[in-house]
Structures are given as structure tokens and as C-alpha cells.
């Protein structure tokens, strides 16, 4: 099978929970609703037009922690916006939101980096992302930026390449891309030959058109950025020797 792969790389992330309230909780990865409407945007879908298109049928994403992180708790002070005229910050009734933030472990000299794999029933929706995704200073987007999660954490898009995929059953391995707790058959952490420190999260993966959840699921992610060893149902194992599993599986 024929996969998209890139990186998305920045300083500062927030991926708002679905079910946060008064404190804005983020996820420690990009769920699959984000990848997508970041892909869409740059394919120039209009808004919550795009659902169909990348429906979990046609569309396969996986995602991986490329670089260590950890979460910060910041309270922001958010503007009451109602007109351009309130960008200055003049209107009164500023709300103070506790957010949490995903950084680099290191934050002075470290970047955010996640590995993203992408395989759809449309090979020229793949070779159309993947020509805008490679321009060597820089991409093609209509209208967007590779935010992280809200749009003042700007991040960047590339390394994008086309590797060979190969679905098999049962397989047992290193895995470098966050695994669905529903694929999992067993976890092997005395064989993982690196630092693990596992994370659960409940994640949305589909939307219906009105933006409610569709699907959602459970996923363990190391936030140390190491492949984590666990035998699972189905696998892909990569051309450059890797495994991974979809986000939808």
C-alpha cells in the first residue's frame, strides 16, 4: 500500500480534550480529527466539508512522538472578542483560563516532533499533499498554517516522503507510532530497549457533519518518544522496516 509520511515540527502545542470545561486539558499527541483537518486545509477543503472524504473507511492515519515532551499548566489571559476593534485588549471581562500545554523536555534547545503516516483510497489526494508538503523552503497551503492544535502554536510541515506499506496479522514488535488500546493483545516492556513513559489517552478519531464525535478510542502514547514492544492484532509493517498501527484499528 502506498503511505504519505511527514514529520510535524513546533515549540508549543494545545489540543483541547473534547471534554474539557473550565480548564482547558490537552491531549499529548494530535487526535486523528486534527491531523485531518490540518491535511484538509492544506488541500483547501472548506470548513466541516472534508468528513466524508476522510471517513476512517477510506482514510488511514497513524501518528508517533518523534521527540520527548511534558505538559505545563499556563493560566492565559484570553480576550473578549467581538469586533476587530477589541484585538487591543480594551474591552473588560478577560477570562482567565487555566491551559495546559505540551512542551519540548527540553524547551530551550528542543522542538516538538510528530511523525504522521497517511494511506487513502485516492492516490491523487496523496500525490497532490505530497508535492505541497515537499517544496524544499517550505509548502503549498491554501489558507492555513500547521498549527499545533490552536493557531498561536505555529508549527512547520516536512520531511514528507512515499513509503511501501504491507498489512499482517498478529505481529509482535517494536512500534513506532501510538498504539490503539482496542489492537493491543499483550505488552512486552522488559523487552523495550528504551525509556517508557506510558500515557492513556481517550481520543475522538471521526466526526459526523454537525462536529459531533462519530468514533473515538483509547491509545497509549510514550511520551519519552522510543517505540514501545507489544504484540497486537494488526499491524503495517513500513518499507524502511518500522511498524506502525492505524488510529482507526
Not at 494488526?234 to 522496516?241: M, P, W
Request: net charge neutral.
Amino acid at each position: 500500500m502506498k503511505i504519505l509520511n511527514f514529520h510535524i515540527r513546533g515549540k508549543m502545542a494545545h489540543f483541547r480534550r473534547y471534554y474539557s470545561n473550565s480548564s482547558a486539558l490537552s491531549y499529548s499527541v494530535p487526535p486523528r480529527t486534527t491531523l485531518i483537518g490540518l491535511i484538509a486545509g492544506l488541500l483547501g477543503f472548506e470548513r466541516d466539508s472534508y468528513y466524508g472524504d476522510f471517513d476512517p473507511e477510506g482514510c488511514r492515519v497513524a501518528v508517533g512522538v518523534c521527540s520527548p515532551q511534558k505538559k505545563l499548566v499556563q493560566t492565559l489571559n484570553l480576550l473578549m472578542i467581538k469586533s476587530s476593534n477589541d484585538l487591543n485588549g480594551s474591552r473588560q471581562h478577560h477570562s482567565q483560563t487555566p491551559t495546559e500545554l505540551i512542551i519540548p523536555a527540553n524547551i530551550r534547545t528542543g522542538f516538538l516532533d510528530y511523525e504522521v503516516w497517511i494511506c487513502h483510497q485516492n492516490n491523487d489526494l496523496i500525490n497532490t499533499l505530497h508535492t505541497r508538503l515537499e517544496q524544499k523552503y517550505g509548502y503549498l497551503t491554501q489558507g492555513v498554517s500547521a498549527a499545533l492544535g490552536t493557531a498561536q502554536h505555529l508549527g512547520w510541515a516536512e520531511s514528507a516522503r512515499i513509503v511501501e506499506g504491507e498489512e499482517v496479522a498478529e505481529a509482535q514488535a517494536d512500534f513506532f507510532s501510538i498504539l490503539p488500546v482496542s489492537n493491543v493483545i499483550s505488552l512486552h516492556l522488559s523487552e523495550s530497549r528504551h525509556r517508557l513513559r506510558l500515557q492513556k489517552e481517550d481520543m475522538p478519531i471521526h466526526f459526523h457533519p454537525d462536529r459531533t464525535i462519530a468514533g473515538k478510542g483509547n491509545f497509549l502514547i510514550n511520551a519519552s518518544a522510543a517505540p514501545v514492544n507489544a504484540k497486537v492484532k494488526t499491524a503495517v509493517r513500513l518499507s524502511d522496516e518500522r511498524f506502525i498501527t492505524w488510529m482507526e484499528d
